[in-house]
């Protein structure tokens, strides 16, 4: 038996980076409320959340053939 993979190597850079957007932005929320001081970690969480996803979505778009 011959193992082939379901998904290619770009859907799983797409899912890792979509899950590391999504828990850099809900870490950032929950340090926002849990611990108000710490002003950078929440900036530096909403910085990396869109940039991530940006980045995922646009493997998604090569991979499901549609261009940029």
Do not use: N, Q, S
Not at 23 to 33: N, Q, S
Request: with cysteine; charged share 15%; aromatic share 14%.
């Amino acid at each position: 038996m011959i193992y082939e993979p379901i998904w290619g190597a770009i859907i799983a850079w797409y899912l890792f980076l979509a899950g590391l957007g999504g828990g850099a932005f809900a870490t950032a929320v929950f340090v926002r409320y849990r611990h108000p001081e710490c002003k950078r970690l929440m900036r530096v969480g909403r910085l990396i959340a869109p940039i991530v996803v940006i980045i995922g979505l646009c493997l998604l778009m090569f991979d499901a053939a549609a261009g940029f």
